[in-house]
Nanobody, 121 residues
């Protein structure tokens, strides 16, 4: 069984910063892409940032220049550094990873439980 556990959410004023972390644990052979998504009530979950196993990144236009995604492959952890936060960044942030389990032949998509980020104006 593979789990993703997020941490680092909270309440911050507009213009502030937060750093999210997401650690994968369990019977893992390898991890492919990892990413962060966010969701607000009544809206679809949207991609915020994604990073491949080789470190190639892509971002939603709304966060380019403000957010940075990175990963530590030895620790099976992905990070999201969020700077110059805006009220519209308020959402539940979910970690996502494509994981090859030990003994498996296919990657499985795993989601974290979500962490709330609230940006006050």
């Amino acid at each position: 069984q593979v789990q993703l556990v997020e941490s680092g959410g909270g309440l911050v004023q507009a213009g502030g910063s937060l750093r999210l972390s997401c650690a994968a644990s369990g019977s893992i052979a390898s991890i492919n892409a990892m990413g962060w998504y966010r969701q607000t009530p009544g809206k679809l979950r949207e991609l915020v940032a994604r990073i491949s196993s080789g470190g190639v990144t892509n971002y939603a236009d709304s966060v380019k220049g403000r957010f940075t995604i990175s990963r530590d492959n030895l620790q099976n952890t992905v990070f999201l550094q969020m700077n110059i936060l805006k009220p519209e960044d308020t959402a539940v942030y979910y970690c996502n990873a494509g994981v090859r389990p030990l003994g498996g032949i296919w990657d499985m998509t795993v989601w974290g439980q979500g962490t709330q980020v609230t940006v006050s104006s």
